[in-house]
């Protein structure tokens, strides 16, 4: 069955950095795009990265975008996001998810917490 | 602020037929498939229906999509305790070159 296991997650000073990654099991990694969507305590989902199967084609949000690096390692099969100068209001439960079609995800992991605090 | 506007807070009682509605515009619900997700307290999100009004297998067929224009809804039959829950739906927006994601719906079931 496809498991999606999201680890890296933690507390963080604002603008400091985290790397978050996601293992994917359970499917054949190279064949599917993948995202990242968070979700801010007590608050809705929000899409935040996509990635090609083949890293060509990469899309983020608008807040999001110069500060945060998707990426993937299909030999690993895991996929990764890099937050750089983050920020309070980028606390959120983070998800890894497959992407079904049209971008939207099918399955989707646990999540992980970051937590951007002093 | 999400520009896919659901309803806040619907209720039902067990039984009771629910719609949430999902409203949009030309350059994402109107253009683009609608997904819908349920997240149940403290889990994470599950896939509902995609491709406006596909159901993957296992999800029961209490639930049904359907779209006209730029608007879309989500229909629950059969209401049961268990479809206490968020619910978002979710599309493709062109304009924006994202996936944008409704606010978000949370249902009681009294």
């Known amino acids: 069955q496809v498991q999606l296991v999201e680890s890296g997650g933690g507390l963080v000073e604002p603008g400091g950095s985290l790397r978050l990654s996601c293992a994917a099991s359970g499917f054949t990694f190279t064949e599917y795009y993948m995202s990242w969507v968070r979700q801010a305590p007590g608050k809705g989902l929000e899409w935040v990265s996509y990635i090609s199967s083949d890293d060509y084609t990469i899309y983020y949000s608008d807040s999001v975008k110069g500060r945060f690096t998707i990426s993937r390692d299909n030999a690993k099969n895991s996929l990764y996001l890099q937050m750089n100068s983050l920020r309070a209001e980028d606390t959120a439960v983070y998800y890894c998810?497959?992407?079904?079609?049209?971008?939207?995800?099918?399955?989707w992991g646990q999540g992980t917490l970051v937590t951007v605090s002093s | 602020q999400s520009v896919l506007t659901q309803p806040p807070s619907p209720s039902g009682t067990p039984g009771q037929r629910v719609t949430i509605s999902c409203s949009g515009s030309s350059s994402n619900v109107g253009r683009n498939y609608v997904y819908w997700y349920q997240q149940l307290p403290g889990t994470a999100p599950k896939l509902l229906i995609y491709r406006d009004n596909q159901r993957p297998s296992g999800v029961p067929d209490r639930f049904s999509g359907s779209k006209s224009g730029t608007s879309a809804s989500l229909t629950i039959s059969g209401l049961r305790s268990e479809d206490e829950a968020d619910y978002y739906c979710?599309?493709?927006?062109?304009?924006?070159?994202?996936?944008?994601f409704g606010g978000g719906t949370k249902l009681t079931v009294l």
């Open positions: 998810a497959r992407v079904h079609e049209w971008f939207l995800p099918d399955y």
């Open positions: 979710a599309a493709w927006d062109d304009s924006l070159s994202g996936v944008l």
